[in-house]
């Protein structure tokens, strides 16, 4: 299985690795795994999956007005 750095995850989500790190404190993003130095990893599938549940609830901005 691969796995992305935050940097890596964020560019593939599009969202700013400032606010992924912002929202997995929050607990708001896929899950995270922990290498032995201490630093988050994150399974691609589990990215995938994220990202397509999380997104898939936006509705178009004219829907929203």
């Not at 691969?2 to 708001?28: C, D, H, Y």
């Amino acid at each position: 299985e691969e796995l992305m750095t935050l940097g890596e995850m964020s560019a593939f989500v599009g969202i700013s690795p400032n606010t992924m790190k912002r929202w997995l404190a929050q607990g708001i993003g896929p899950k995270t795994l922990w290498s032995p130095r201490g630093r988050r990893r994150f399974q691609k599938s589990d990215v995938i999956t994220w990202r397509t549940n999380f997104f898939s609830d936006e509705k178009p901005l004219s829907e929203t007005m």
